[in-house]
Each structure stands twice: as structure tokens, then as C-alpha cells.
């Protein structure tokens, strides 16, 4: 993780630690469609137990804003391309809204599929 994003208000400076922004897109992610569950990152793609959902997620920073990579376990039988394209969607609209930090870039690492 990276060092803590700010904001600058009238009234002084808002800091949001990037484990914050994990756990907002883990949930995000954990309640997108076809979904099942997030995965540790790298080779070994274990699936992780929903009530950890900051796992599977890095967050790092650009010039632009916050990025965030997704590690995810899909449902079998789904179009990959649709369940990336509404999970990308969804944690930056949850990101941007529950933050008020502007997501650069959501990528999603599809490190397995289950069948449900």
C-alpha cells in the first residue's frame, strides 16, 4: 500500500488511508454480479472468505488519481468481458462516491472461476 490519499477542504485537510479504499472497493467488488469472492494476489489464487474484503485489492496512487487493482473469483458460466466490465464500473462509482477521491484506473485480475 501507498502512503494515505488527501483532500483539501475549507477547513483543513482530509486524509483517507489506502486500506480505507481497499475495503470500500472489496465490498464494491464482493456485491458486483457474478462475483463469488476475491482471490490472493499472484499465481496462487486462493479464494478468500467474504468478511475480508479488503483482500484481493491493491491501491496505489497517479498523478490522475487512485488506482485500484482487483483480484477476483468469478461464477462459471458467465461472459468474463460483462462481469470485469460491471465490476470496473461499480468500485469506481463506489470509490468516487464514498471518498470523493477520482479513480484513475480499476483493473480486475479474474484469478479463477467457480462454479456456484
Keep these: 500500500m501507498e ?22 472497493a472489496g465490498h464494491a467488488a464482493l456485491e458486483s454480479y457474478g462475483v463469488v469472492g476475491m482471490s490472493a494476489r499472484g499465481l496462487v489464487g486462493r479464494l478468500l472468505s467474504r468478511d475480508r474484503p479488503g483482500h484481493g485489492v491493491v ?22 468481458a460483462e462481469v470485469a466490465s460491471g465490476l470496473r464500473n461499480r468500485v469506481q462509482y463506489d470509490v468516487e462516491r464514498l471518498t470523493g477521491l477520482p479513480v484513475a484506473a480499476v483493473e480486475v485480475h479474474i484469478q479463477d472461476v467457480k462454479a456456484s
Design 59 to 80: 491501491v496505489g496512487r497517479t498523478d490522475e488519481g487512485v488506482t485500484v487493482d482487483l483480484y477476483v473469483v468469478c461464477e462459471y458460466g458467465l461472459n468474463l
Design 3 to 24: 502512503a494515505a490519499h488527501s483532500l483539501s477542504a475549507p477547513l483543513g485537510k482530509i486524509t483517507i488511508a489506502p486500506d480505507v479504499v481497499a475495503h470500500i
